[in-house]
């Protein structure tokens, strides 16, 4: 697979699919644009707008699954189905994954939608932009390019 980069089309969709979900409430495990969803819901929801199906179920999974089994789940399904880049080159479309400290599984995701916002869904908070501050940029722990679309390869 080859880097998209900002302004190709697959990065113009999910940009504007993840617009499309600000104000669905946060649901754990919930998937449906304007129904509910949590921060993995909504990277599954858009995934499904964009290339028409998912790239595997995750399954049933507690809010501490992260906590409980130590487990880099999250950052190994990322590297499964999308690229990998280094943090620095981050732009508009890329996958996010973040960890709530040092030393956690990454457990949170968003997707960058301009140079400092990104959309995610967060417990107490329906989905909602928020600007990459340094708050949220220490936190990245992987930054990925979704794959090319069926007609881009």
Do not use: N
């Not at 979900?21 to 929801?45: E, F, M, N």
């Not at 409980?68 to 999308?82: I, M, Q």
């Not at 939608?113 to 967060?122: G, I």
């Amino acid at each position: 697979m080859t880097s998209q980069h900002p302004g190709t089309p697959v990065a113009a969709q999910i940009v504007a699919e993840a617009l499309d979900w600000i104000g669905t409430p946060y649901r754990h495990q919930g998937s449906l644009k304007g129904v509910a969803c949590d921060c993995l819901g909504l990277v599954r929801g858009v995934w499904r707008a964009v290339y028409e199906e998912e790239p595997e179920a995750p399954g049933p999974y507690a809010s501490d699954w992260a906590e409980a089994t130590g487990e880099e789940r999250l950052l190994v399904a990322a590297r499964r189905h999308c690229i990998a880049k280094p943090k620095e080159e981050a732009a508009s479309g890329d996958l996010l994954l973040f960890r709530w400290r040092p030393g956690v599984p990454a457990k949170h995701a968003g997707i960058l939608v301009a140079e400092h916002r990104f959309v995610h869904a967060y417990q107490g908070h329906s989905v909602l932009v928020s600007a990459l501050v340094p708050h949220w940029r220490r936190r990245i722990a992987g930054v990925f390019v979704f794959p090319p679309l069926s007609s881009d390869r």
